[in-house]
């Protein structure tokens, strides 16, 4: 069970948006940045989203990111079908004193 | 270009040990974090440990606190994870990560392809 919550799967037609959220708590997200990552099936984990909405250069600005309370989310739009993968957030859990990823959501477009 | 390439890892026995080497070239090592990240077989990302630009702190999992230590040698820019008495579970394919510059809260902004580590009998 991680610690910090997403949905298993989303979903979206070619062209249109999606949001994928990600809950945590006041000792994860609420105290700590959050960042985004996309991983493509047989690939390395890819940054998308750091300091909850900065985009680290070479991302475009198709995907964005927002965080509000214990909550953070991930934007894209204009999906591509290049755009099929697994994202996950992570944060630092101030009360472990680690590094926390959420369980993953898959996208499907 | 920023590259890590991580080596050592293989088919183990539980209770054994296994050292994981992360080159990097690309970037001045020794001025960021580095931290390993592993993900089992199906499975998600799960944190293993970080530590700093000088090696001198670390933070490490609870999952893995006692038989895992994690040290780097910025003289051969190149980072390490000695993993002993190892369990079924710790199968997973094992990734360095460099730490994002000039952010407060971990990010990770350069991965390896990663190391497979098997323990099975």
């Known amino acids: 069970q991680s610690v910090l919550t997403q949905p298993p799967s989303v979903s979206a037609a070619p062209g249109q948006k999606v949001t994928i959220s990600c809950s945590g708590s006041?000792?994860?997200?609420?105290?700590?940045?959050v960042s985004w990552y996309q991983q493509l099936p047989g690939t390395a984990p890819k940054l998308l989203i750091y300091?909850?909405?900065k985009r680290p250069s070479g991302i475009p600005d198709r995907f964005s990111g927002s965080k509000s309370g214990t909550s953070a989310t991930l934007g894209i739009t204009g999906l591509q079908t290049g755009d099929e993968a697994d994202y996950y957030c992570?944060?630092?859990?101030?009360?472990?004193?680690?590094?926390?990823f959420g369980g993953g959501t898959k996208l499907t477009v | 270009e920023v590259q890590l390439l991580e080596s050592g890892g293989g088919l183990v026995q539980p209770g054994g040990s296994l050292r994981l080497s992360c080159a990097a070239s690309?970037?001045?090592?020794?001025?960021?974090?580095m931290s390993w990240v592993r993900q089992a077989p199906g499975k998600g990302l799960e944190w293993v440990s970080i530590?700093?630009?000088?090696?001198?702190?670390?933070y490490t999992a609870d999952s893995v606190k006692g038989r895992f230590t994690t040290s780097r040698d910025n003289s051969k820019d190149t980072l390490y994870l000695q993993m002993n008495s190892l369990r079924v579970e710790d199968t997973a394919v094992y990734h360095c990560?460099?730490?994002?510059?000039?952010?407060?809260?971990?990010?990770?902004?350069?991965w390896g392809q990663g190391a497979l580590v098997t323990v099975s009998s």
């Open positions: 990560a460099k730490y994002v510059v000039a952010t407060i809260t971990p990010a990770f902004d350069y």
């Open positions: 690309g970037f001045t090592f020794s001025s960021f974090a």
């Open positions: 530590i700093s630009d000088s090696g001198d702190s670390t």
């Open positions: 006041r000792s994860t997200i609420g105290n700590n940045y």
């Open positions: 300091d909850n909405s």
């Open positions: 992570g944060t630092w859990d101030s009360s472990l004193s680690a590094v926390v």
